[in-house]
């Protein structure tokens, strides 16, 4: 074995709960493990991290992991954690949605030929002919409705109503594990804790079904330090899909944790080993305003979810709310960046006829821009002439000179006033 697998999540802080006798297996072979993932959305979110993350870790560790996509078992609905039963999917939807998820698990598992690659599974292969009356013969009959109901899953909604379907959710749950054990030698399952309830019925279903062993290993729900929801933004949540959270604000997320969320984060986000960490929590004790740690997790995370670009542009576009770019990472920016850099920003919107044929810079920030920039010529000419003024990150100097500036994306103008106050002008 390259590391202890088991020591690794603990010494990260990952570990919750473990079944007696998994880590004295887990140390003495490969072992086939499972992690499954609801695919409910076309993206997994950042919440979902912790177990991609086990599963990295499992498989350098020199096991062998598979990702199981709940096709079947997304159109019933985990009780788990919810308050209330959620929406059921379409077949073709989730088809779509599983499709989506295996390419984003495909940044961090080595899916690729190998005595220990990753394998991706769909339980709707083994459910879909799988009748009602087989399955309360074959699996219903194994496990009693008492230990059904001992569960925290259950007994947490049957306050507010559980329905039937959702009921029978820990036995499908198991019936995965029970499906990889016989068919794919899985004898590990992990998941957030939880899951610990979902879990241990599939290893009771193997136990009482086939007299086998089989075990389990849970992970710890993160919280944020303030009491917050990790992962959630005023917008909701924090996607891998770029299309759904650009890499910007997916950087962005990273760098602006406070520095106890910065120094939980790094080992259980990243790959640094425990030396690297650290040297890097030394460093940015020694001087927390620049924010070591929140840089090294923002960087390696962004380029693991994104890649090397795309952090790059989040790092420049990082840099032009505080003055210290250039035009030409200005001019960088795709538009779809531009916008989210300048989200809330005041926008004034302008006819591009209107543009060509303005006359002064003074006159762009006052009268064409309808007096939302600067009130009035004079108060725009006195700013200018101060050297409080800039248009796409050059200084004005001259309150009479013409406004010849490229349109960033052929649209858009920076216009800043002062340190702190943009203006997105938008001619159309």
Excluded at 11 to 22: A, C, E, K, N, V
Excluded at 116 to 144: P, Q
Excluded at 279 to 289: L, Q
Excluded at 360 to 372: G, M, N, P, Y
Aim: glycine content about 8%; some cysteine; charged content about 25%.
């Amino acid at each position: 074995m390259k590391k202890n697998f088991v020591e690794e999540l603990r010494w990260r802080g990952m570990l919750h709960d473990i079944m007696p006798g998994t880590e004295e297996l887990l140390n003495k072979e490969m072992t086939a493990g499972y992690i499954g993932f609801d695919p409910t959305a076309d993206s997994l979110h950042i919440g979902h991290l912790v177990q991609i993350m086990t599963l990295l870790h499992f498989q350098q560790c020199g096991h062998k992991p598979f990702a199981l996509v709940g096709g079947a078992t997304g159109m019933v609905g985990d009780p788990s954690g919810k308050s209330a039963e959620r929406n059921l999917l379409s077949e073709e939807v989730l088809r779509h949605n599983v499709t989506c998820v295996k390419g984003q698990l495909e940044k961090f598992l080595d899916f690729s030929e190998g005595s220990n690659s990753a394998e991706m599974v769909n339980n709707y292969d083994w459910f879909k002919n799988f009748s009602f009356l087989d399955f309360i013969r074959d699996v219903g009959k194994h496990i009693t409705v008492n230990y059904m109901m001992s569960k925290d899953s259950v007994q947490k909604r049957l306050e507010t109503g559980l329905s039937f379907t959702e009921f029978t959710y820990q036995l499908v749950q198991g019936y995965d594990f029970y499906w990889l054990y016989k068919n794919k030698g899985c004898l590990v399952q992990m998941g957030g804790s939880d899951q610990w309830g979902n879990i241990v019925t599939g290893t009771e279903l193997i136990r009482r079904k086939d007299n086998g062993e089989a075990y389990a290993l849970t992970t710890q729900l993160i919280k944020k330090a303030d009491g917050t929801k990790f992962g959630k933004t005023e917008g909701g949540n924090v996607w891998l899909d770029p299309k759904k959270t650009s890499p910007y604000k997916f950087y962005q997320y990273w760098l602006n944790t406070s520095d106890e969320d910065a120094a939980n984060f790094i080992r259980i986000f990243t790959q640094h080993t425990k030396e690297e960490i650290d040297a890097i929590t030394s460093e940015h004790e020694v001087a927390p305003h620049l924010r070591k740690l929140q840089q090294a997790l923002a960087k390696d995370i962004t380029i693991r979810v994104h890649s090397v670009s795309d952090y790059e542009t989040a790092v420049k576009a990082s840099s032009i709310l505080f003055g210290n770019s250039v035009t030409e990472d200005l001019q960088a920016l795709d538009e779809d960046t531009l916008l989210s850099v300048f989200e809330g920003v005041p926008q004034v919107i302008i006819s591009k006829d209107a543009f060509k044929q303005c006359n002064t810079v003074t006159d762009l920030l006052s009268e064409i821009t309808q007096s939302k920039i600067f009130p009035s010529k004079g108060e725009a000419r006195k700013m200018i002439q101060g050297g409080g003024v800039s248009i796409n990150k050059i200084k004005l100097t001259d309150p009479n000179e013409k406004p010849a500036f490229s349109l960033l994306q052929n649209k858009y103008l920076l216009a800043q006033k002062g340190k702190k106050n943009y203006y997105l002008i938008i001619a159309e």
